[in-house]
């Protein structure tokens, strides 16, 4: 059986560090699958243990110069203090010369000066390169000997070509725009995975609980399922639970982005890493760490980095095939042209990481970005189908409209009471998550009384998707559902019963049929209340991108069609689930790309289907979160537009960072190989591509806008007292 594994890597500072160390260890015998994320500064490895062990696969990482920190099997020790002086050190005695070389050039050029040698000594700048240069050729050496070539080779190749040449002044001058570039690649990856810093850093580590009638703290990852977590005002709640005592407003703005807190009494679930402002707490734990809610979040969005798009994919070719082309370049220069500066030059300013660097960063950019803002995006797939969606299918009971509905009337039939066919109704709907189901549960209140012997142990539920349900149970029969069900089911509808439901229906309200023991009992009528924010919400899609908005609902033709024409969108009713399935499919087929929106566990299977699928978080089942691609963890429709806009803008950003590369590089080279761009000058150059990756990128972790998704949420934790 196979094992998973993650090892935290140190000394990943581009995405070409991540791609090589995916590479070495899906070589690695018995592994079946690596993704390696330079967001989370993590591998993710998946290996059959009887063939690879956690010892060998560190090893791996480790042989190609970065380090896997926080474990027993790693074989380097923490960096210390005298490896980080050294770096340091080195960095300013290259920082010195390249800044005197650069000088003598510039003074050697006003005339200053007959030759800008004199200012910099062979051996002082011999001694540069060696000094400054030695991680990154240690770095190369690793990764050769690994059987991999990276483009800081070309660069070690550019600066052995300076030093045979005699130009150890350009070489050092090399150098030092190598390290800098590296601290550039390093600080934009960290600019990109600062979201899921600030993300990570709000989970709480320590619980209050209670053992053996005393309070004690505890590491909150140690808190185990049914004990009692004690939670005092302004502090955050380790733990998803119920509140057993107390009342608070809790601040939620770490899982939903929203700015309003929440009212949360005894009896109601409250969520690890939100605030509880106001009222002390205790809290019967449910999910710990990594288990609970905000864990999950936290776990997905490190690994959203891993789902590599299509732009990330083709990136990943076009890097497979430029060294071995700016290798040719640099010999047709040196060979053809019959300069060696201009191989040098070639081999130099074409190093940028700009490439590989150019999609991971705006996407781990993007997705933490909407992390803050209460949209869970699950990688650069999902952002990249979301950009691309050009047909938009919505459910509509808890998605259109607020999926709590209300039973309006209920209509006997022969001698029984509403009171009645309310009692009946509630033994078949107390074992159904159907919204429809909530609100007869609550009309009934305590009108159920004779049926509160009901024996779930003894009961035999059958759940017909999208029609309703049937029970028995001590020897009754009971069956609440739409007129298809009892269709199916050879249920008889009285004429007076059918016309009163056809009459409800014709207004917008959905009806269930009531029958027991094969008696049709009754009818009860439930109206839904529509999300006051959709009409805007939808107004805010069109402009951005899907032109086609199609209603999809198991509900009949009339309510839904009701609901649909007031939004001014098309409907299909009265749909099961391997329908709205079907659906899907079909549109596929007609080269459409496909974004779902749904909350219900009747919609998993056509979340998943679906292109990109978009789950209402709030009141969306655990089954339709798990199949989403995009959850939108607040309550508010609003949020659709605006994970479309951050998707469109991330697809943006990334096609400028990678066309706008691509158009650098190839200038750059094409430069270099006809003599127009000294080694010295192509060594700055190759900096400027990272830079712009890291101002394009920089625009994704801009506050939220208040736009679509209305007042900007504050940042992480506010709130906190």
């Known amino acids: ?401 607020m999926g709590r509905p209300q039973v309006t009337s209920v209509h006997p039939d022969g001698d029984r009471t509403p009171a009645e066919v309310l009692a009946i109704a509630a033994i078949a709907e107390r074992y159904s998550e159907h919204p429809a189901a909530a609100a007869v549960m609550a009309a009934v209140g305590e009108a159920a009384s004779w049926s509160a012997s009901s024996d779930e142990a003894a009961a035999q539920i059958e759940v017909a998707p999208g029609r309703g349900v049937i029970v028995h149970e001590h020897g009754r029969q009971v069956v609440v559902g739409s007129q298809r069900l009892f269709a199916e089911r050879d249920l008889p509808l009285p004429e007076r019963l059918a016309a009163q439901a056809e009459a409800l229906e014709a207004v917008g309200q959905t009806v269930l049929f009531v029958a027991l023991d094969g008696c049709t009992v009754g009818l009860i009528a439930i109206a839904d209340t529509p999300r006051p924010e959709v009409p805007e919400a939808l107004r805010a899609l069109r402009a951005l991108g899907p032109k086609r908005i199609m209603v999809l609902t198991g509900d009949n033709a009339r309510a839904a069609g009701v609901i649909a024409d007031a939004l001014g969108v098309e409907c299909r009713a009265e749909m099961l689930p391997e329908d709205k399935i079907e659906v899907v499919r079909a549109l596929q087929a007609e080269g459409r790309v496909v974004a779902m929106v749904g909350d219900g566990i009747n919609d998993a299977p056509a979340l998943a289907q679906a292109d990109v699928g978009i789950a209402m978080g709030d009141t969306g089942t655990a089954a339709a979160l798990e199949a989403a691609d995009v959850a939108i963890m607040r309550d508010d429709w609003r949020l659709v537009p605006e994970a479309v806009r951050i998707s469109r803008g991330a697809f943006g950003v990334i096609r400028q960072n990678l066309y706008g590369t691509v158009a650098y590089n190839l200038t750059g080279i094409t430069l270099a190989a006809v003599g127009l761009l000294p080694p010295v000058l192509a060594a ?24 679509e998704a209305g007042a900007a949420p504050p940042r992480w934790g506010a709130g906190a007292q």
Request: glycine fraction near 10%; proline fraction near 4%; charged fraction near 20%.
């Open 684 to 707: 700055a150059a190759q900096v400027i591509p990272d830079f712009l990756i890291l101002l394009n990128s920089g625009r994704l972790l801009r506050s939220p806008r208040r736009s």
């Open 1 to 401: 059986m196979n094992e998973q594994v993650e090892l935290p890597v140190a000394g990943m500072d581009c995405a070409d560090c991540a791609a090589r160390i995916e590479r070495a260890l899906r070589r690695v015998a018995g592994v079946e699958s690596a993704h390696v994320s330079l967001g989370a500064g993590r591998a993710t490895v998946v290996f059959d243990p009887s063939r690879a062990s956690e010892a060998r696969l560190a090893q791996t990482v480790e042989a190609l110069g970065y380090r896997v920190t926080g474990s027993r099997l790693s074989g380097q020790a923490p960096v210390g203090a005298a490896p980080r002086l050294y770096g340091i050190a080195s960095g300013l005695f290259v920082v010195a010369v390249a800044c005197a070389v650069l000088i003598g050039l510039a003074a050697e050029r006003l005339g200053l000066i007959e030759a800008a040698s004199r200012l910099v000594p062979a051996p002082v700048a011999l001694a540069a390169v060696l000094i400054g240069g030695f991680p990154i050729f240690r770095k190369v050496f690793l990764t050769v000997r690994a059987r991999t070539v990276t483009p800081h080779a070309l660069m070690t190749l550019g600066i052995a070509g300076a030093l045979i040449i005699g130009e150890y002044g350009a070489a050092a001058v090399i150098v030092f725009f190598m390290r800098f570039a590296d601290f550039l690649e390093a600080y934009t990856a960290g600019r990109a995975r600062q979201a899921i810093q600030e993300l990570v850093a709000l989970q709480p580590l320590e619980a209050r609980v209670v053992r053996d009638g005393a309070e004690i703290d505890v590491p909150a990852a140690e808190v185990g399922a049914g004990e009692t977590v004690l939670v005092k005002p302004g502090e955050r709640i380790p733990v998803d639970g119920t509140i057993i005592s107390g009342r608070a407003s809790i601040n939620q703005a770490p899982i939903t982005g929203e700015a309003m807190p929440v009212l949360r009494a005894e009896g109601q679930a409250v969520l690890a890493a939100t605030i509880s402002l106001d009222g002390a707490l205790q809290v019967r734990a449910e999910h710990v760490g990594a288990d609970s809610t905000f864990g999950r979040i936290v776990r997905l969005v490190e690994e959203a980095e891993a789902r590599k798009s299509g732009a990330q994919r083709l990136a990943d070719r076009v890097t497979a095939y430029y060294i071995p082309v700016v290798t040719g370049v640099a010999a047709a220069a040196w060979l053809i042209g019959g300069s060696a500066s201009a191989a040098v030059a070639v081999l130099v300013v074409s190093c940028s990481c700009g490439i590989a660097l150019a999609t991971p960063v705006a996407v781990v950019a993007a997705v933490g970005s909407a992390a803050r803002r209460g949209i869970l995006i699950k990688g650069g797939t999902a952002l990249e189908a979301l950009a691309r969606a050009d047909i938009l299918l919505l459910d509509k009971t808890g998605t259109l409209t």
